[in-house]
């Protein structure tokens, strides 16, 4: 194997020091000469009729140069799908959540702009509130959104292999319902954008966001403008987690705003706005059942999951194939039925968070494996160990998996944990929990998907990296700079990373999925092997050498088996420049084009490359007293396949789990009866601080070579946060025996299902009884096939 | 005349149907396109009013396995008894 110089080093991040510093220039940050402060009026109430908006008032105070309403844009919707279009810049004739934008407003300074909301006089009709998904499902459910006829605009049934045969084949079935709360997606810089249009109408839009390609989609659509009269710019961004993928009220109004004024507007939201209106994670209630063979072998699964997903359907109908379609792995499952349904509701509107609803999948499935686990009497590690996706597996809905490092993650992470130590003795109140988990490095979709890669060698030998995917904190811009650097023998601090413009950027169709190492990485290696054919053409002239035999190493092009013969490299970029005139650009795309697109009827078709595998062990102690969980120690046995930081992945890795933490144990965005948002701000919604994440971490990097990744790397970040809502979950059944399957897992929950167990500590003396364990809620159904005796009930 | 129907999703309105048959001996691929805008529940549009091609970044139609802009008249293509279109979805989203 070649040996490496820049990838596989933790190398400093590029935009590391500005970062730290506080010089880095985010969308909040941003001004223009004749900039104006835009702010948005927000709805009062959940669902309601707009009857009038008079902003005669508004307008007529000082310092107000424009206002608008949903009126102000052509009434054209937008949505992922065309058949999911659902969704207007502004509401025009009803509201769909509490603090829906319904109007915007212009003005020299923030104050006045803030004042002017005061005078804009809204007249709402109310209407009943849909909360729930059971409410949306009922018959007389009113309909939330007015571009359709009932609060069920999408749904799936996928069946794939014998389910029949795979119950029938099983010697124990267990049945399990789970559910999981609204959560916000928690990045750091709410929403901001600065917009501008110069004098030909030609629309500038800097703005934080974490796929520009969507937003410069759907915003030339809905405004109803070709794509060149759009110019995106990404300063730097401060975190996304797929919360920032779509365009917002902010981004349109500021837009129409500048185009109404001719000035430019910047909008920056507070983050009360951000918890209170902004995309949130489903709620989710969902239905398991699982056929397994004695040995733990999984025979079969048939599931159901509805996730409530606000007023729109955005993201939603991806939300319920992804929990289908990742039901099938990362455990082998022969055969596989699932219904999905994604409903309406007036809360919040939801896109997805890290980890998309694979997140929510794995929770359900890796605590029923683990309650099947106990209940047939196989250990957690072996469960996972007979059921472990290997190399060369195809699902039952045609995922293909090429490598996979998966059952020395799980092997690892029990060693880490030290699994089989704990068995023998452990304090009391102490548990360990698994799960496991894999994620795509990167889907292909349909449409737009490919990844390109455009490098500029300067005369002075230094290299301007400018790519299609987006820095939002992951640290794609610094493994760009080493994969570049490494093929062309340059030391890292000789690459730079240019500025993210749709001028004269091809922009990735979005940053998600884990791809951007995986696409965008193959992508800037081929650019900068292009790059190096150019120089070694020129070098070799000179060197009186073939070009394939040429070695590019040290800032030197030389003869390989003869290196005393060579060039200086930036004598190579000067005789280009200087002698042929000629400039240096490297150009590379790469795109998963042999793969097979999702089929969106039957659910079928392999969907990405690389898929990345982690097992995720965590050791935590619960109070029985008080029923708080603290988290001791997390240890990972993850594959990305060859680390290109590890560092840096070792913070993907950590940072996916950690921020899962909270979604186990703390958040939740609540809501009152008619639909208010009741803990819109940092205060009131509890996110999982230094101080509640495990003081021991391990992450060991499973080193395997994925075929199609670059330098055989696969992508990392998300998978961490699919394996730890269930880890915790078995953690505590571990330490204190009872199993919630409703998130979050609170101390109140726990303390209720100790009590409902009789386990109560006043009660409980000397160690933890295995025997005793059992599930607190009693929706829960466990049979023995055929001969043996049901299980369940204990 | 009958046309058969593929797609890589249900088609809002005819979920379970593999063929539409219409009491016509003639009909254009935008006349076809527009009964199924007719035929869903809720608000779906296949073709703008007016337009000479369909959105390309919404929908990829063939008829008879040759896209349609292929074919003669592209969108006003005379559809004969027994064909078959394609109308595959496009997708702008991740994850």
Known sequence: ?794 | MRIHIESNFHIPGIEKEESLDFDRERMSLRQFLEELSTMAPASIEYVRPGAILLDKDDWEVDINGIPYQDQEGALDHLLKDGDTVTVKIMTLCGG
């Open chain 1, 1 to 794: 194997m070649e040996e490496l110089s820049v990838v596989g080093k933790s190398v400093e991040r590029k935009d590391g020091r500005v970062k730290v510093t506080g010089s880095a220039r985010y969308a909040g940050d941003l001004v223009a000469p004749g900039m104006l402060h835009g702010k948005i009026l927000r709805s009062p109430v959940a669902h309601a009729k707009i009857l009038s908006i008079d902003t005669r008032k508004a307008e007529a105070l000082p310092g107000v140069m424009a206002v608008i309403t949903g009126k102000d844009f052509p009434l054209k919707p937008f949505g992922t799908r065309p058949d999911t279009r659902d969704q207007l810049p502004m509401p025009v004739t009803k509201v769909h959540h509490f603090g829906e934008g319904v109007a915007a407003v212009a003005a020299t300074d923030e104050d006045t702009a803030e004042e002017a909301l005061d005078l804009i006089k809204v007249e709402y009709e109310e209407l009943p509130v849909v909360l729930t998904a059971e409410d949306a499902l009922k018959p007389d459910s009113p309909p939330v959104n007015e571009f359709k006829s009932n609060n069920l605009p999408y749904a799936s049934n996928f069946n794939f292999g014998d389910v029949e045969k795979g119950f029938k084949d099983a010697d124990y079935i267990r049945e399990e319902t789970f559910s999981s709360q609204r959560v916000t997606v928690g990045f750091i810089e709410p929403h901001a954008c600065l917009a501008e249009v110069d004098a030909t109408g030609r629309i500038l839009l800097q703005g934080s966001k974490q796929s520009p390609y969507i937003t410069w989609r759907h915003m030339c659509r809905t405004l109803d403008i070709p794509l060149t009269k759009l110019r995106i710019v990404n300063p730097y961004v401060g975190g996304a987690f797929s919360g920032k993928h779509d365009p917002f009220d902010v981004d349109f109004a500021a837009v129409r705003l500048a185009q109404k004024t001719r000035r430019p507007v910047r909008i920056v939201l507070n983050y009360d706005e951000v918890l209170a209106a902004y995309r949130q994670r489903n709620a989710m209630n969902a239905r398991l059942r699982l056929g397994v063979k004695k040995t733990g072998a999984i025979t079969a699964l048939d599931a159901e999951c509805v996730l409530e997903g606000g007023p729109i359907c955005g993201i939603g109908p991806f939300n319920i194939y992804y929990f289908g379609a990742f039901l099938n792995i990362p455990y082998k499952i022969p055969a596989i039925q699932y219904s999905g349904k994604l409903v309406y509701s007036n809360r919040s509107p939801c896109g997805t968070v890290r980890g998309q609803e694979i997140v929510l999948a794995q929770f359900a499935l890796d605590s029923l494996l683990h309650m099947i686990g106990g209940d047939i009497g196989v250990d957690p590690v072996q469960m996972r160990l007979i059921n472990a996706v290997t190399d060369h597996w195809t699902t039952a809905n045609g995922i293909v998996v090429d490598v996979s490092g998966l059952p020395r993650c799980i092997e690892k992470s029990a060693e880490e944990i030290k699994w089989k130590e704990s068995r023998k003795s452990r304090p009391r109140g102490r548990g360990i929990g698994f799960s496991c988990a894999s994620h795509p490095s990167g889907p292909r979709l349909g449409g737009h998907f490919g990844s390109s890669v455009i490098l500029k060698l300067v005369e002075d030998g230094k290299v301007i990296v400018t790519h299609g995917g987006t820095e939002i904190g992951q640290g794609c811009n610094t493994v760009f700079c080493q994969m570049v650097a490494e093929v062309l023998g340059l030391p890292i601090e000789d690459i730079e990373q240019g500025v993210s413009d749709s001028d004269t950027t091809v922009f990735d169709s979005g940053m998600f999925g884990d791809r951007c190492t995986f696409w965008d990485g193959n992508a800037a290696v081929l650019a900068a092997k292009d790059l190096k054919k150019q120089l070694a053409s020129i070098a070799a002239k000179d060197l009186g050498a073939d070009p394939d035999a040429l070695e590019f190493k040290n800032r030197r092009i030389y003869v390989k088996e003869n290196p005393v013969k060579g060039m200086d490299f930036l004598l190579a970029v000067r005789k280009a420049y200087y002698e042929d005139g000629a400039p240096l650009y490297g150009r590379g795309y790469w795109a998963a084009t042999d793969i097979d697109l999702v089929d969106w009827k039957t659910g079928k078709g392999n969907l990405a490359h690389g898929l990345d595998f982690i097992a995720t062990a965590i050791e935590l102690e619960v109070d029985e007293e008080t029923g708080q969980v603290r988290l001791l120690k997390s240890a990972h046995g993850d594959d990305a396949g060859q680390p290109i930081n590890p560092l840096m992945l070792d913070g993907q890795v950590l940072g996916g789990s950690t921020h899962m933490m909270g979604h186990a144990l703390m958040e939740e965005s609540l809501y009152d009866e008619k639909g208010r948002a009741l803990n819109d701000t940092w205060r009131d919604y509890k996110q999982p601080t230094s101080m509640d994440v495990p003081f021991e971490t391990v992450v060991e990097h499973i080193h395997t070579h994925d075929p199609y990744g670059p330098f055989g790397a696969k992508g990392a970040g998300e998978a961490s946060s699919c394996s730890t809502l269930a880890a915790i979950a078995n953690g505590i059944y571990d330490a204190v025996g009872v199993r919630i399957k409703d998130l979050p897992i609170t101390p109140e929950k726990i303390l209720q299902a100790l009590k409902l167990k009789g386990t109560a500590k006043s009660s409980l003396k000397g160690t933890v009884n295995s025997s005793s364990k059992g599930t607190a809620n009693s929706s829960s159904k466990g049979t023995a096939n055929s001969s043996s005796k049901q299980k369940e009930g204990k």
